[in-house]
């Protein structure tokens, strides 16, 4: 089957008339009869001991129908990797430390009453009593044998996740350098900024399941997390998701879930609540910060020898999904290139800050912006180009990884990197690769220049995790196919991804896109599909349901009416690291990404504009060109935010930017003049078409790549960002 | 969940007094809305039985001229007020100030009496209508109208001299001068912010003055945020009245405008150290436009 004819074209999505029209039901928008209104307390402070909740005056608030606290929770844990956070925190929990508050958004109680205004009201009447205890909000302070624990009941050490590479000998690597580059980078927090806030409804359902419709990632987790917490069998819970305003990882982890189950569940009442935004940005995870140290060797030729990294990474007070963010950068901080000597260590630390969690990228920006400047930096001393000193080291085929074993092929970051290159106007010559000249603007202050940079990203979960997810595929009809049903589970966050299914459905059985109709995200009749994250989605739903449409063709084609299907899709088997060397084959797939950008800094203010970025992306098949193109463009602008704009500032664990009017994220007016993308598809031989994962891809060359049209146009590197003008002035020396 | 109960919208100035007056108490004036929602939402401001809505009483929406003033009600939105062509030709600050408060949805319904009424030190309008030398009209429940300088509004960061439940601001007049044999008038308003608003400024300046040949006859210069209140930099003005505006005039205003200026620090926008390198470059452009505009 070499022609494709739904794959490769970009039908309306399945969900643009409604979303468009005002009519998609989100969370927030659900409501039922005789629904009760719920409000959370949350602790709003960073380290304490609940000793004593009083309830007496909230409870006398009319309206209010319950106070539940940490007693109430039958099984009071919860947590993706590490079951490490209570439901509620307070006294009479069922698990151990789970009387203890670890973060400010840790929540305390959850009241329901016949109105929200009710809810709140006795919010604030409950009188909650703390014993504050000795916080730690440095991830390098935390690491001090001396630090307070924040969870003495889980070891003597606040250290949470220690990641080894050893490959090679680095000692005797940079022996052979003739230039080494040591730097020191500091990455900040980003708070997703979804467009809609956390909500949700739940209730008991006509089986008498525990339902909650809510926006999540992965149906199937929620609802294991929910049935362990509220001690019930899985079949006993039901998670559904209506439309989703945005994920980006944010909703990995349990926000709403388990309390309005709880609720529901004791009062047999529907519960609806809907965090303000404010309770979002304290209430869910943060993309991890870090500071990575580094120190790099080349030759002369600039052939690369050798790199030690050391990256710290901040979990703040929960395990989240820390210890697979982690395992990515501790692949990803090398950058796509062959070293033959490595040594890495990769900590994540526990602290009292809002906890690190899963963000578009997960755990790869920060290392590419180490990585990456590295390789900057390298460039600049041996005097080579940025693009020519990358193509040296690109990754080959059966190059090995710093992991040991080499990337399963086809490795394409040879071809993106000048694919980028020559789309920004690199031209190769008989000295190498040489950047495009630059035309200065007429005011003086103005300068600008070309960064570049490129980057990988592994698609799926794995480290030793079977990746699988499952699908159902109905063919209906009589003499020809007159109608598909396909079945999945996976979350459309809003990148596209139902539409993409019924493409791949409708290419794998032989029928136009309009015959396809999507049931989607409902544990109740689907199997497990596996997270909306890592980048995976179209690669795992897209073989289960290929999978299942053959099967299905093939019982079509034995006259069975209806035909229907179901497959699980099983990814290639992966290996978790070897614990001293860090020996594995931890992924079966990565994209390949790398991106120009032309910046103009205004050596007055600080301010940094980005007037194109040229973004080239290896997805292995573009199912739907137009809306790869969009997740490109998206993932520009939220790597814009993250690089030059989002400032989310801390005190003591406390969340000083916790509206969206103070935590400043891109609007139309400050994205880049130009977003250019180019598409490259160099097909993954497992992947369905060819496809790879795309999601997380363009994000993560941007900051360094600003960062090296920074320096080209001032000379300075900045080393930290985000880079607001005030730390861009300072480099510049302008400001002490 | 709202966080009032009665809304009221009166159609004239009296409608308006008698609705503070006599509606169930807690009673709030409301004109865009833009602050006052959000801090009504977001608990910073305590629910109120009544909002008074004042966007549809006539003398509060004109812009016109009235004798040797041009009169802007105060709850003409913000969008009207950068489009209007009287406010172009005599208060030029203004309509510079109007394009950038805030995006342009903020700007179809926010009112230049909400933002003086907000007293923030660095309201893009404010400090435009500093400049101006701008007076307010106030209406209360009882008494006749009075005028006050706008200096004289602001109290503290946040906190307006006007008794909101029982004061409005009617709308605010600005000398008009038209240009002469003897000299010529401009302003100009300039802030440093990343282009899309939104937020409040880092730092914004606006300055009027009086031009007679190479001579600054009279010069008022606001910046924001250049203290609790409002900032008017009236040593600088000193220094530059009756002179040359030369690179060294300029540079002693500025010396001066640094020593009077109370910058500070606020973590979540911006450094004192930051606001202190950046109010010289903008002073020097701000003040170089205002002097061409007046040439």
Redesign the interface.
């Known amino acids: 089957m070499s022609t494709k004819n739904v794959i490769g074209t970009s039908p309306v999505r399945l969900d643009a008339r409604e979303k468009v029209t005002g009519k998609a039901i989100f969370p927030g928008d659900l409501s039922m009869p005789g629904m009760l209104h719920m409000k959370i307390l949350f602790a709003w402070r960073p380290h304490a001991r609940v000793l004593r909740i009083d309830t007496t005056e909230a409870r006398a608030v009319p309206g209010v129908v319950a106070i539940f606290t940490a007693q109430d929770v039958p099984v009071n844990e919860y947590g993706l990797q590490v079951k490490d956070q209570p439901v509620l925190c307070g006294p009479g929990s069922s698990i151990e430390g789970g009387d203890v508050v670890r973060f400010v958004g840790d929540q305390v109680a959850a009241i329901v009453a016949e ?3 009710a809810a ?1 009201k006795a919010r604030d009447l409950i009188r909650v009593e703390y014993e504050d205890l000795p916080a730690v909000f440095d991830p390098e302070q935390a690491m001090q044998a001396d630090a307070p624990l924040v969870h003495p009941e889980r070891g003597m050490s606040n250290i949470c996740v220690h990641y080894k590479i050893r490959k090679g000998d680095v000692e005797a690597g940079f022996k052979q350098a003739d230039v080494i580059v040591e730097g020191e980078y500091r990455l900040p927090f980003q708070e997703h900024a979804y467009l809609q806030p956390e909500a949700g409804l739940a209730y008991i359902d006509e089986e008498g399941r525990v339902t909650i419709k809510v926006a999540g990632q992965w149906t199937h987790v929620d609802r294991e997390q929910v049935a362990h917490a509220l001690g019930l069998p899985e079949e006993q819970v039901r998670v559904v998701y209506p439309a989703i305003g945005g994920a980006f990882g944010g909703r990995e982890d349990m926000s709403v879930q388990i309390v309005l189950g709880l609720a529901a569940w004791k009062l047999r009442r529907p519960v609806k609540i809907i965090w ?1 935004r ?1 309770e979002s940005i304290i209430g869910h995870g943060k993309r991890h910060p870090a500071v990575i140290r580094v120190r790099w060797g080349a030759t002369k030729e600039g052939k690369l020898v050798a790199a030690e990294m050391n990256f710290i990474g901040d979990a703040g007070a929960y395990m989240y999904t820390t210890n697979k963010v982690l395992g990515n950068s501790t692949i990803v901080c090398t950058g796509p290139y062959f070293i033959p000597n490595v040594k890495t260590d990769v900590y994540g630390v526990y602290t009292n800050n809002v906890p690190g969690a899963a963000f578009r990228g997960f755990g790869a920006p920060q290392s590419a912006f180490a990585a990456e400047s590295q390789m900057n930096k390298l460039a600049e001393k041996l005097n080579l180009d940025p693009v020519e000193i990358r193509l040296r080291n690109a990754l080959r085929d059966g190059d090995t990884l710093s992991v040991g074993t080499p990337a399963p092929g086809p490795v394409s970051i040879v071809q993106v990197i000048e694919a980028a290159a020559r789309q920004a106007g690199w031209k190769e010559t008989p000295q190498g690769w040489q950047a495009p000249p630059v035309e200065q603007p007429s005011e003086p202050h103005l300068k600008r220049g070309w960064g570049f940079a490129a980057g990988f990203k592994n698609v799926g979960f794995s480290f030793g995790y079977q990746e699988n997810s499952w699908a159902r595929v109905e063919l209906h009809g009589k003499s020809e196919i007159e109608r598909v049903v396909a079945y999945h589970a996976g979350a459309e966050v809003g990148q596209g991804t139902h539409t993409v299914m019924a493409q791949m459905v409708a290419e794998a059985v032989g029928v136009p896109f309009e015959k396809v109709t999507m049931v989607v995200s409902d544990t109740a009749n689907m199997g497990n599909p596996g997270s909306a994250s890592a980048s995976r989605m179209t690669y795992m739903a897209g073989n289960a349901l290929r999978g299942a449409g053959l099967a299905a063709l093939e019982k079509w084609h034995a006259e069975e009416r209806p035909a229907i299907a179901e497959y699980t899709y099983l990814a290639p088997k992966t290996t978790p690291f070897e614990k001293e060397t860090g020996y594995s084959t931890p992924n079966f797939c990565y994209a390949y990404a790398a991106q120009a950008v032309e910046v103009e800094v205004d050596t ?4 940094v504009r980005l007037l194109r970025v040229i973004a080239a992306d290896d997805v292995g098949q573009a199912i739907n060109p137009k809306l790869a193109e969009g997740q490109i463009e998206g993932a520009v602008v939220q790597a814009q935010g993250y690089a030059i ?1 989002e ?1 989310f ?1 801390t ?1 003591n664990g406390r969340v ?2 916790d ?1 969206l ?2 935590y ?1 994220i ?5 994205i880049p003049g130009e977003i250019k993308s180019v598409i490259l598809e160099v097909p993954d031989p497992n992947g369905p078409w060819g496809a790879r994962g795309l999601g997380e891809l363009p994000y993560i060359p941007l900051a360094p790549a600003v960062t090296g049209g920074i320096h080209a146009a001032t000379g300075t590197w900045v080393d930290e960002i985000p880079l607001i ?2 730390r861009v ?1 300072r480099s510049l020396g ?3 | ?1 709202l966080p009032w109960q009665i809304y009221l919208r009166p159609q004239t100035l009296a409608e308006v007094r008698q609705a503070l007056d006599s509606a169930p108490k807690p009673v709030l004036p409301i004109a865009g809305g833009t602050d006052l929602l ?1 801090d009504l939402r ?1 608990g910073r401001h305590a629910p109120v039985q009544t909002l008074v809505d004042l966007t549809a009483v006539a003398e509060m929406t004109v812009i016109e001229l009235r004798g040797e003033h041009l009169f802007i009600g105060a709850a003409v939105p913000v969008s009207r007020v950068h489009s209007d062509p009287l406010v172009a030709r005599h208060a030029r600050a203004l309509t510079e100030a109007s394009a950038l408060i805030a ?1 342009p949805q903020v700007r179809n319904v926010a009112t230049l009496g909400g933002n003086v009424a907000h007293a923030l030190p660095a309201a893009d309008g404010t400090i435009a209508l500093l400049a101006l030398d701008t007076q307010a009209e106030i209406a209360a429940i009882s008494g006749e109208n009075r005028i006050v300088p706008l200096s004289q509004l602001f109290l503290g960061p946040g906190k307006s001299a006007i008794d909101k439940n029982k004061e409005i601001i009617v709308g605010f007049y600005i000398q008009v001068l038209e240009a002469s044999e003897a000299f010529k008038v401009s302003s100009c308003f300039k802030r ?1 912010m ?6 409040l400024p ?1 730092i914004n300046c606006a300055i009027w003055l009086a031009r007679e040949g190479d001579r600054i006859r009279d010069i008022r210069i606001a910046v924001g945020p250049g203290g609790p209140i409002p900032f008017r930099a009236t040593k600088a003005e000193a220094v530059l009245r009756g002179q040359t505006p030369t690179n060294e005039t300029i540079e002693r205003a500025l010396i001066a405008l640094l020593d009077q200026v109370q910058f500070r620090t606020s ?5 004192a ?2 606001r202190r ?2 109010v010289g ?1 903008l002073f020097r452009d701000v003040i170089e436009s205002a002097w061409e505009r007046a040439g």
């Open positions: 109105s929200e205004q709140a303000t404010q007055e203010t600080g301010e704009q400032n500032v005190q000083l930017s509206q009017s103070t400043l891109p609007t139309i007016l400050d003008p005030e002035l302008k400001i002490t | 969940m959000l977001q995006g440093i990343r282009p899309q608003g939104v937020a880092i973590p979540r926008r911006a450094s150290d930051y390198h950046l470059g």
